[in-house]
């Protein structure tokens, strides 16, 4: 093991972890605590309202810390010396996570203007995947790459 890693191994670990718990555990309060309750709301042009608000707000949440994860992860391995098929296998989970992230970001804002031009029909449209395939897809991927995590630590 490295000695710079030794000396600061704690805090890049404890980053690395934070991270995962923002990024996933935020996915899966908005999936299954805000969501169903917004589903509550009867006047249509709220709740879209409201969605597209919330989902903005968690997506800029999260971005600093998808970047973060994957710093601390570059660390971890020079650090450690870890090779091999888990960590390609984490890279891959990682990069489609973050790949899926994306294109439910810019959806977003895409519905975002839909909504301000009054086009109510193209905002639910944009929106139409995320909480049905988009982001189930990324809290199962962020759960694995969770349990790979440790399996990689033994
Ligand atoms: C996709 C998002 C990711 C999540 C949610 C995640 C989650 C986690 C968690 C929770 C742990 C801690 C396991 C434990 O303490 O027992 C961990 C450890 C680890 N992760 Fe990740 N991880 C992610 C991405 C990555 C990436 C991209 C890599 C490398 C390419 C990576 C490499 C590692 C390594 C090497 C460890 C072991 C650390 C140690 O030796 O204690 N992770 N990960």
Same mark, same amino acid.
């Given at each position: ?98 790949? =899926? ?36 897809? =990324? ?16």
């Amino acid at each position: 093991m490295q000695t710079w890693f030794e000396e600061y191994k704690t805090i890049i670990i404890f980053l690395h972890i934070i991270s995962a718990v923002v990024w996933v555990g935020g996915m899966i309060a908005i999936k299954f605590a805000v969501h169903p309750v917004i589903q509550s709301i009867e006047e249509p042009k709220i709740k879209l309202g409201k969605t597209l608000h919330i989902v903005g707000r968690l997506f800029n949440l999260v971005m600093p810390f998808i970047a973060l994860s994957f710093i601390c992860a570059l660390l971890i391995i020079k650090g450690v010396g870890y090779t091999g098929g888990f960590i390609h296998l984490k890279e891959a989970i990682w990069t489609i996570m973050t790949l =899926n992230y994306t294109y439910m970001y810019i959806k977003r804002i895409l519905a975002q203007k839909s909504f301000d031009l009054g086009d109510f029909a193209s905002a639910k449209e944009h929106m139409r995947l995320l909480p049905t395939i988009l982001l189930p897809i =990324n809290i199962v991927l962020g759960i694995v790459a969770i349990f790979l995590g440790v399996m990689l630590r033994g």
